[in-house]
């Protein structure tokens, strides 16, 4: 298994560009989970999904920030537009709800808006 | 609100065990305590967990306090690739409403050569 597939692996934009980080979960894994890391504020939940719905959005910093799960295979996390801020590293997991399975992380999405 | 207490850093000597504490004193008694590293550049990674007994795998053992307000990851054997970042996390093992994971700072651990 190839585990969580992050892409790109390092993104650099202008501040009030769009920005997308795509993530492909383990096969067979019906929770899709996205986090943030900074040194400042450490990993911090995003949103997470249970079989391709949103679950739990509460950590989306504003609306600049959307999620979505078109299926099972594929999340996407956009930042429109994205603001020197929102610089960090991004990461996706999963985890197999139904046999309570521990997370996987992929390795990151390091975002650097300039 | 900070569920888990940890140290900031700490050293150990290559080849030692590393002996890793975490206070938990408001846990409840369906939530289980987990263990996820992180070394650099790279996404947490699940290490063990468990409810009031203690647990091995390949990777550690997990000591958990018999009033389960405090345990202790124990790297038996350790290399300078278990230098990273050591978090532990209570949580309903179901899940339930609260799937995702809630990180602290953590213990960063460095294994001295």
């Known amino acids: 298994d190839a585990g969580v597939i992050q892409s790109p692996r390092h993104e650099v934009t202008e501040m009030g560009q769009e920005v997308t980080l795509r993530c492909k979960p383990i096969?067979?894994?019906?929770?899709l989970f996205w986090y943030r890391q900074t040194m400042m504020r450490g990993l911090e939940l995003l949103i997470y999904?249970?079989?391709?719905?949103?679950?739990?959005d509460s950590g989306m910093p504003e609306d600049r920030f959307s999620a979505k799960m078109p299926n099972a295979s594929f999340s996407t996390l956009k930042i429109q537009p994205s603001e020197p801020r929102d610089s960090a590293v991004y990461f996706c997991?999963?985890?197999?709800?139904?046999?309570?399975?521990?997370?996987?992380f992929g390795q990151g999405t390091r975002l650097t808006v300039v | 609100d900070a569920k888990t207490t940890q140290p900031t850093s700490m050293d150990c000597a290559e080849g030692r065990a590393a002996n890793l504490p975490c206070n938990h004193s408001?846990?409840?008694?369906?939530?289980?305590v987990y263990w996820y590293r992180q070394i650099h550049s790279q996404g947490p990674q699940y290490i063990i967990h468990?409810?009031?007994n203690n647990e091995t795998n390949e990777m550690a053992s997990l000591i958990i306090t018999e009033d389960r307000k405090s345990s202790t990851l124990i790297l038996p054997h350790a290399t300078l690739r278990d230098t990273a970042v050591y978090y532990c996390?209570?949580?309903?093992?179901?899940?339930?409403?609260?799937?995702?994971?809630?990180f602290g700072k953590g213990t960063h651990l460095i294994i001295q050569p």
């Open positions: 997991a999963s985890r197999n709800r139904r046999a309570n399975t521990e997370a996987f």
């Open positions: 996390i209570v949580r309903p093992h179901s899940g339930g409403g609260a799937d995702g994971l809630t």
């Open positions: 999904f249970n079989n391709n719905v949103p679950i739990d």
């Open positions: 408001t846990i409840s008694g369906n939530e289980y």
């Open positions: 096969s067979g894994h019906n929770s």
């Open positions: 468990g409810l009031k």
